[in-house]
Nanobody, 123 residues
Framework: VQLQASGGGLVQAGGSLRLSCAAS????????MGWFRQAPGKEREFVAT????????YYADSVKGRFTISRDNAVNTMYLEMNSLKPEDTAVYYC?????????????????WGQGTLVTVSS
C-alpha cells in the first residue's frame, strides 16, 4: 500500500487545517488507518486512528475534541480535520495503514507509512 499525505501548511494559532491521506490500494477499506506526528527533537506520537469502516475512532488526549479523523473508502482517502490549532501541534504528520481492520495506537502495529506533511502553527 502506498500512502500520500497532503494538506499541511502554515496556520495561526486557533486556525484550522485538513490533512488528506490518499492510498493506492483498491482494498483500502480492509485497513485500519492512523495519523501520527513528530515534532522537532521529539519521538513520533500517536494522534488518531480509525477502523476499516469508520465506525470506530480513537484520539490522543492532546487532540481530543479538536481533531476529527474520517475516511472515504469510495475514494481510498483518509482525512484529519484539525481545529483550534495550537503551537504545540507543530509537527510532521504521517498517515499509516495496518494489515488489520481494527484500530491501534502503537506505531509498531502499522505496516505502511506515508511520507509526512508539515504542519506549522504560529503563535
Amino acid at each position: 500500500v502506498q500512502l500520500q499525505a497532503s494538506g499541511g501548511g502554515l496556520v495561526q494559532a486557533g486556525g484550522s487545517l485538513r490533512l488528506s491521506c490518499a492510498a493506492s490500494e483498491r482494498t483500502f477499506g480492509n485497513y485500519a488507518m492512523g495519523w501520527f506526528r513528530q515534532a522537532p527533537g521529539k519521538e513520533r506520537e500517536f494522534v488518531a486512528t480509525i477502523n476499516w469502516s469508520g465506525s470506530t475512532t480513537y484520539y490522543a488526549d492532546s487532540v481530543k475534541g479538536r481533531f476529527t479523523i474520517s475516511r472515504d473508502n469510495a475514494v481510498n482517502t483518509m482525512y484529519l480535520e484539525m481545529n483550534s490549532l495550537k503551537p504545540e501541534d507543530t509537527a510532521v504528520y504521517y498517515c499509516a495503514a495496518r494489515d488489520y481492520s481494527a484500530v491501534a495506537t502503537a506505531a509498531t502495529l502499522y505496516n505502511y507509512w506515508g511520507q509526512g506533511t508539515l504542519v506549522t502553527v504560529s503563535s
